[in-house]
Nanobody
Framework: QLQLVESGGGLVQPGGSLRLSCAASGFTSRYYAIGWFRQAPGKEREGVSCIRLTDGTTYYADSVQGRFTISTDNAKNTVYLQMNSLKPEDTAVYYC???????????????WGQGTQVTVSS
């Protein structure tokens, strides 16, 4: 019922910025939260950030705290991830997904889409 499509990735220099978008179709009001995950080659998928749809409460992984900001539009049909001060270790495919409570567990629901590639390299 909920479909999420990621976009906005690309190649950026260390210290640069990107904004990822997660476009939602379906009734987002039926879901608790939307989160961003990432997976680098040869590494396990990890939770990056998520936002609770009812009140905008957010969670950030320690590795991105202070550099990334998650937000939604007023209709809650798009979830953004503003990524600043990017580091080479941020290089990964980024995915969004519905998230189960509590926020900090970053437990995804539903199927994964294609994701969007973020490459940070000098």
């Amino acid at each position: 019922q909920l479909q999420l499509v990621e976009s906005g990735g690309g190649l950026v220099q260390p210290g640069g910025s990107l904004r990822l978008s997660c476009a939602a179709s379906g009734f987002t009001s039926r879901y608790y939260a939307i989160g961003w995950f990432r997976q680098a080659p040869g590494k396990e998928r990890e939770g990056v950030s998520c936002i609770r749809l009812t009140d905008g409460t957010t969670y950030y992984a320690d590795s991105v705290q202070g550099r990334f900001t998650i937000s939604t539009d007023n209709a809650k049909n798009t979830v953004y991830l503003q990524m600043n001060s990017l580091k080479p270790e941020d290089t990964a495919v980024y995915y969004c997904a519905a998230v189960r409570p509590p926020l900090a567990t970053m437990t995804p629901l539903g199927s994964w889409g294609q994701g969007t590639q973020v490459t940070v390299s000098s």
